[in-house]
Nanobody
Framework: QVQLVESGGGSVQAGGSLTLSCAAS????????MGWFRQAPGGEREGVAT????????YIADSVKGRFTISRDNAKNTLYLQMNSLKPEDTAMYYC???????????????????WGQGTQVTVSS
């Protein structure tokens, strides 16, 4: 089992940038695939980007392609989401997720991941 803690959220103006971090309680390289999800008020939790156990990006949502980058620092057991050119529609609670390698399917739906952080709020104003 792995615990996840997100940080880096905040309020920015449209066009700005933020970097979200997700610190894992144990080494995840080679063991856990991971991802970033977001959920706007009244909306479904949707996949933003996912990454496999060795750092290969497996999914990027069309709505963030070219603006967001997912990466992992294996030495720090940390997952990142670099967000550039932010838009008001990016406003949401952002969640980090992980799943053990044995169960990684390459999927980007909520049901594809069992371990979740508590979330960090991102608010983008116009």
């Amino acid at each position: 089992q792995v615990q996840l803690v997100e940080s880096g959220g905040g309020s920015v103006q449209a066009g700005g940038s933020l970097t979200l971090s997700c610190a894992a309680s144990r080494p995840t390289y080679g063991t856990y695939c991971m991802g970033w999800f977001r959920q706007a008020p009244g909306g479904e939790r949707e996949g933003v980007a996912t990454i496999n156990t060795v750092g290969g990006v497996t999914y990027i949502a069309d709505s963030v392609k070219g603006r967001f980058t997912i990466s992992r620092d294996n030495a720090k057991n940390t997952l990142y989401l670099q967000m550039n050119s932010l838009k008001p529609e990016d406003t949401a609670m952002y969640y980090c997720a992980a799943e053990h390698n044995l169960y990684c399917s390459g999927g980007y739906h909520r049901a594809d991941f069992r371990y979740w952080g508590q979330g960090t709020q991102v608010t983008v104003s116009s």
